[in-house]
């Protein structure tokens, strides 16, 4: 137990003396002047100038869409939904534990602010979930 303590205070000790040197050890040494390296402090940031135009606000646009399938453990639900500016139009489908299936149809846009239309139909069959 003892060897391992002595090497890990020796090699504490030999870390600490190379990262000592790495900050005192002239780097460079031109016509009689001794450069020094020294630790870089801080990051680049990119400044912007008065005249560079910086788009603050990009159009939102997109699609996506997923699905679950697990019988297993009886998550099946899908999502789609669809973004052009500010109109925000999608559908889920979720089964739930009786085995009905929930169905929301939703837009969104300023003017009309959230609207969803719920559905809910009869219990399925896992063969019907199967092809949700």
Same mark, same amino acid.
């Given at each position: 137990? /003892?060897?391992?303590?002595?090497?890990?205070?020796?090699?504490?000790?030999?870390?600490?003396?190379?990262?000592?040197?790495?900050?005192?050890?002239?780097?460079?040494?031109?016509?009689?002047?001794?450069?020094?390296?020294?630790?870089?402090?801080?990051? #680049?940031?990119?400044?912007?100038? /008065?005249?560079?135009?910086? #788009?603050?606000?990009?159009?939102?646009?997109?699609?996506?869409?997923?699905?679950?399938?697990d019988f297993h453990t009886?998550?099946?639900?899908?999502?789609?939904?669809?973004?052009?500016? #500010?109109?925000?139009?999608?559908?889920?489908?979720?089964?739930?534990?009786?085995?009905?299936?929930?169905?929301? #149809?939703?837009? /969104?846009?300023?003017?009309?602010?959230?609207?969803?239309?719920?559905?809910?139909? /009869?219990?399925?069959?896992?063969?019907?979930?199967?092809?949700?």
């Amino acid at each position: 137990m /003892a060897i391992k303590v002595l090497l890990v205070g020796l090699t504490l000790a030999a870390c600490a003396q190379a990262r000592l040197f790495s900050y005192l050890r002239p780097v460079n040494t031109r016509a009689g002047i001794t450069l020094h390296s020294q630790p870089r402090i801080g990051y #680049d940031h990119h400044h912007i100038t /008065a005249d560079e135009h910086v #788009d603050y606000y990009a159009y939102p646009k997109y699609v996506f869409k997923y699905g679950v399938n697990d019988f297993h453990t009886g998550d099946i639900k899908t999502h789609h939904e669809s973004r052009d500016g #500010d109109v925000v139009k999608g559908q889920y489908t979720v089964v739930e534990p009786d085995g009905s299936l929930r169905t929301v #149809d939703y837009t /969104a846009d300023k003017h009309n602010g959230f609207n969803a239309v719920v559905h809910k139909t /009869a219990p399925i069959s896992p063969h019907e979930a199967l092809h949700l």
